[in-house]
């Protein structure tokens, strides 16, 4: 009975990756042939750029005073508070900034993907797109996709900059240390590797956002109920694999542009 | 928009009772059929919803498909433009096989045909406007054309007050109206009516069935509606569209549509084919019982 339910689970988890496989496939294949809706993916840009634009600059701006409260702490303690401008900006670049923009925008808009297009689907609106004649997976999915993809890089770089200004705020006003040594240390330390991995990682977030939220969104059954459901795991999933390939993408660009 | 033809057809006496076998080989005169079920069968985690189904709907035609809920009406339908996929079994849509086709290939079929869903499945961001000239939009047909026909597609529903207005600010009855709006803007070849009365009061049951009555009699688009209501199904049998007078009238007492037949459902097994009279004399026992 057991072995039966081990079984089934797992049948069910290789078709859920089979099938998310195969949808992100032709989400992706539809950017190259027509027809291609423009116009939806600027209004996704909108909503998914400029929408998240608050909460990314907020959480970026306040992250990186955290992040000069913590290191100005522990750097006293050897006398390099000096150092805490380099501390900040390569950990905003290289991992904070790109991480927490996509959780941040995960939390927003792979919710709504989700439970948009899963209300679409449950209210056969998805349906009748589809006896219309219209494909929506051209429709929806690939516009959501290469706006998220696309809307995710620029937020990241300005989470990047509120980070570091967060950052000088707090070591110019709380730690009365001098703003132009936080600036000439966070400027003199970073490297284009750094860059690299700060502008890689928001690439396969965007995907994993849109891709997650739209797969989920357009498998809802259920009712409302299905509709939440989907909504929760949407953000679940795409928060956790937004790590996990944080994770390796990391280990994939240092190995590929090592540290001097 | 829609230019009606130069007459429409007149009813006939229903022909005496006899076999009612649907026959999906069309004789050499014959037209083809718009919709053919050969075989056909689908099941979802369980026992088939649908089984062995055999039925075609010929130009023309207005094919009623009745059976109580959850008997599979609804499925038969999405069947016909390939929302669906039969597990066994073939469908014929306009000539071509589409049981197999990809659905790429799909979409440019499903283009021919209108379909009026169960509760409209109007888009609920989208102004009555942009629902109803959605399949317009899509082709990037000029603004004011789009307009003028919406506006054409609305009157012949009667709500050319609507243009601008959202889903959410409409009632049941006008979002069904609506939805057969849309379906007609695009002059399909096909319509398939899922439910379009269910769970509407008598009077705006009556108005949408006087809608697709009128559709019948001056478009003469096939259609396959589905409806567990007898009383909308025996209306539409028994009444015709009147141009001059603008409103659906009853035949002649004894006479019925000749091109508006009946299907039956019963747990999944197609029961019955036939005209109105064959229906009220098989001795079919659960038909009977449906009907009374």
Sequence with gaps: ?260 | MIEPPASAHPAQAEPAPGGSAPSLAPSADAAPPVVAFRNVSIAFDGPPVLQDISFSVAPGETRILLGPAGVGKSVLLKLVNGLLRPDQGGILLFGQEITTMPEQLLFPLRARTGMVFQEGALFDSLTVRDNVGYQLIQERVPDDEIDRRVRDALRFVQLEETFDFYPASLSGGMRRRVAIARALIHQPELILYDSPTGGLDPVTSTTIIELIVKERDVYRTPSLLVTHRLQDAFTLCTHRFDAEQGKMVPLPQGETDPDTTFLMLEEGSLIFDGSLRNLLHTPNKFVREFLE
């Design chain 1, 1 to 260: 009975m057991a072995i039966a339910a081990i079984e089934r689970t797992a049948k069910h988890m290789v078709l859920t990756v089979q099938d998310y496989s195969l949808f992100a496939h032709r989400a992706v294949m539809n950017l190259f042939h027509p027809p291609r809706y423009w116009t939806d993916f600027l209004i996704q840009s909108n909503i998914i750029g400029v929408g998240s634009t608050t909460i990314v600059l907020l959480s970026g701006f306040f992250t990186g005073g955290v992040l000069a409260l913590q290191s100005a702490a522990t750097l006293s303690e050897f006398g390099a508070t000096a150092v805490t401008g380099r501390f900040v900006s390569i950990t905003m670049i290289r991992e904070l900034g790109p991480v927490l923009t996509g959780i941040m925008v995960a939390g927003r808009n792979a919710s709504s993907m989700a439970s948009e297009l899963g209300s679409m689907v449950v209210t056969e609106q998805i349906d009748a797109m589809r006896a219309l004649g219209v494909d929506p997976m051209r429709k929806l999915v690939t516009p959501r996709l290469f706006a998220c993809i696309s809307m995710l890089l620029f937020l990241t770089i300005l989470a990047d900059a509120f980070g570091l200004m967060g950052g000088a705020f707090v070591t110019v006003f709380m730690n009365h240390q001098d703003g132009t040594q936080y600036f000439s240390q966070a400027w003199e330390h970073l490297r284009y590797p750094d860059i690299i991995q700060g502008l890689v990682k928001p690439l396969f977030s965007g995907f994993i956002i849109a891709s997650i939220g739209c797969f989920y969104g357009m498998r809802t059954s259920g009712g409302t109920e299905g509709v939440g459901r989907s909504t929760i795991q949407a953000v679940v999933t795409s928060s956790v694999l937004i790590i996990f390939v944080d994770f390796l993408v990391t280990q994939v660009l240092l190995t590929l542009l090592p540290p001097p």
